[in-house]
């Protein structure tokens, strides 16, 4: 397909809003995939003030015209062209799991900063490649955008920190949702090429515990539930992780979303967003489960670039940290704190936390040589964990990491 690189003007997502040039050079960034992830990246990159979106690139030519003409960016088909750009400083990459490698490689060989999705590879063998890559170049490879960097995720970090709670005794965490049963493609739902339910939705909730308990994962033992109909996929398991600390995570998953765990938290769901009751029945309808993700059959889209505001705080799913003194979950404006005498709650601001978080990470790291929390290490060992809930389930008993 020629020519794959496709001019659609440029700037418009690149202005840095109230910032003196003096205080802020923002990163030039290209986002790698065009799907949910991608162009969500996409919106949330042309509204930071650390960074700039300067480039799209996607096999598909129509969805590269329209992502880079809203955004006002440049817009290419082939990958490797993107990475000769030098107004490319950083790569975000959002292309299927399985193709992490060779697009991790190609960036790192382009001299291009890495800000990588959910999950960092498709196995640990992959994902410690990765950080060897990582630290053999002085570039920053961030593993980004998982759920452990929510506002209120990050607030229960520091409140079981600083409200002399004690130790961290337990962490539970419950996702009912409707991700299976909606459209996918195969390799969403394929566990030998990153995907199923241990893959594509545990790194949220590994990120939660690892985030929140802070510390080592000693051992890991789940179960992995299959279902033959209406789509023969591995939908739903439930893990145990025992932290090297002696805190437990519960880590509970169903993806049929039958039930939605939003319905417990006053509608709200990841992403900030309001989930109507009953979302999944529309999904369950759709007649073919695979292939048909963004076409005109399926019934749920990409959300549109320009979506504008966060409703409020993202929650996925239920949440309770348990201390010795006591207990912590999400509220709807923040956090409660449960302990002997009181329940007092800690107001959190919506608009902090995310991927914006990322970002004031990746700059810290690109721009002043900061240590970054959220690196190759800590993506790999996020992988480790989803890779021992699938062993786990295979072998029938506990694996130590
Ligand atoms: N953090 C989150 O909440 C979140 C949400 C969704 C997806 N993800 C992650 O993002 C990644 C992508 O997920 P998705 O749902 O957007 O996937 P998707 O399959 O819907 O989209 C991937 C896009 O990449 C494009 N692509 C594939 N190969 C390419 C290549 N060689 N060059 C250019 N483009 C190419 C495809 O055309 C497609 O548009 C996955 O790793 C997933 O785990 C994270």
Same mark, same amino acid.
């Given at each position: 397909?020629?020519?794959?690189?496709?001019?659609?003007?440029?700037?418009?997502?690149?202005? *840095?809003?109230?910032?003196?040039?003096?205080? *802020?050079?923002?990163?030039?960034?290209?986002?790698?995939?065009?799907?949910?992830?991608?162009?969500?990246?996409?919106?949330?990159? /042309?509204?930071?003030?650390?960074?700039?979106?300067?480039?799209?690139?996607?096999?598909?030519?129509?969805?590269?015209?329209?992502?880079?003409?809203?955004?006002? =960016?440049?817009?290419?088909?082939?990958?490797?062209?993107?990475?000769?750009?030098?107004?490319?400083?950083?790569?975000?990459?959002? $292309?299927?799991?399985?193709?992490?490698?060779?697009?991790?490689?190609?960036?790192?060989?382009?001299?291009? %900063?890495?800000?990588? &999705?959910?999950?960092?590879?498709?196995?640990?063998?992959?994902? %410690?490649?990765?950080?060897?890559?990582?630290?053999?170049?002085?570039?920053? =490879?961030?593993?980004?955008?998982?759920?452990?960097?929510?506002?209120?995720?990050?607030?229960?970090?520091?409140?079981?920190?600083?409200?002399?709670?004690?130790?961290?005794?337990?962490?539970?965490?419950?996702?009912?949702?409707?991700?299976?049963?909606?459209?996918?493609?195969?390799?969403?739902?394929?566990?030998?090429?990153?995907?199923?339910?241990?893959?594509?939705?545990?790194? %949220?909730?590994?990120?939660?515990?690892? $985030?929140?308990?802070?510390?080592?994962?000693?051992?890991?033992?789940?179960?992995?539930?299959?279902?033959?109909?209406?789509?023969?996929?591995?939908?739903?398991?439930?893990?145990?992780? &025992?932290?090297?600390?002696?805190? !437990?995570? /519960?880590?509970?998953?169903?993806?049929?979303?039958?039930?939605?765990?939003?319905?417990?938290?006053?509608?709200?769901?990841?992403?900030?967003?309001?989930?109507?009751?009953?979302?999944?029945?529309?999904?369950?309808?759709?007649?073919?489960? !695979?292939?048909?993700?963004?076409?005109?059959?399926?019934?749920?889209?990409?959300?549109?670039?320009?979506?504008?505001?966060?409703?409020?705080?993202?929650?996925?799913?239920?949440?309770?940290?348990?201390?010795?003194?006591? #207990?912590?979950?999400?509220?709807?404006?923040?956090?409660?704190?449960?302990?002997?005498?009181?329940?007092?709650?800690?107001?959190?601001?919506?608009?902090?936390?995310?991927?914006?978080? #990322?970002?004031?990470?990746?700059?810290?790291?690109?721009?002043?040589?900061?240590?970054?929390?959220?690196?190759?290490?800590?993506?790999?060992?996020? =992988?480790?964990?989803? &890779?021992?809930?699938?062993?786990?389930?295979?072998?029938?008993?506990?694996?130590?990491?």
């Amino acid at each position: 397909m020629q020519p794959s690189r496709v001019d659609a003007g440029r700037g418009r997502g690149a202005r *840095v809003e109230g910032a003196t040039p003096q205080k *802020v050079r923002s990163i030039g960034v290209g986002v790698l995939g065009l799907g949910l992830a991608g162009r969500e990246a996409a919106r949330v990159l /042309s509204r930071s003030k650390l960074a700039r979106l300067v480039a799209v690139c996607d096999l598909d030519e129509s969805t590269v015209q329209s992502i880079a003409g809203t955004f006002g =960016v440049l817009g290419y088909t082939d990958y490797a062209d993107m990475c000769k750009g030098p107004e490319v400083e950083a790569i975000f990459v959002a $292309t299927p799991t399985h193709l992490r490698v060779p697009h991790i490689g190609l960036a790192l060989r382009a001299g291009k %900063h890495l800000l990588v &999705e959910k999950p960092l590879a498709a196995n640990s063998k992959d994902a %410690h490649e990765v950080v060897r890559w990582s630290a053999a170049c002085d570039r920053v =490879v961030m593993s980004a955008n998982t759920r452990g960097r929510d506002a209120v995720v990050q607030a229960m970090a520091r409140v079981v920190q600083e409200e002399a709670l004690g130790q961290i005794l337990s962490l539970t965490n419950v996702m009912y949702k409707p991700w299976v049963l909606s459209p996918r493609y195969d390799y969403e739902l394929d566990p030998e090429l990153g995907g199923g339910v241990n893959f594509r939705q545990a790194p %949220h909730q590994v990120e939660i515990a690892r $985030t929140i308990i802070d510390g080592p994962v000693k051992s890991v033992t789940a179960t992995v539930g299959r279902v033959e109909t209406p789509v023969d996929s591995f939908g739903n398991f439930n893990a145990l992780l &025992e932290f090297q600390s002696g805190a !437990t995570a /519960s880590l509970v998953f169903n993806g049929y979303g039958y039930f939605d765990t939003s319905e417990l938290t006053w509608g709200i769901g990841e992403g900030g967003r309001r989930q109507a009751p009953g979302r999944g029945i529309a999904l369950r309808q759709a007649e073919s489960w !695979t292939k048909v993700k963004y076409s005109s059959e399926s019934p749920i889209q990409p959300p549109a670039s320009g979506r504008s505001g966060r409703p409020g705080l993202s929650i996925f799913g239920l949440t309770i940290v348990s201390c010795e003194r006591g #207990d912590v979950r999400p509220s709807r404006n923040g956090v409660l704190v449960y302990d002997y005498d009181s329940i007092r709650e800690i107001p959190v601001p919506p608009s902090s936390g995310g991927m914006s978080s #990322d970002l004031e990470e990746f700059y810290g790291a690109v721009r002043r040589g900061e240590a970054c929390r959220y690196d190759a290490r800590w993506g790999a060992k996020t =992988v480790d964990v989803c &890779e021992a809930i699938w062993t786990s389930a295979q072998v029938g008993g506990s694996v130590r990491l």
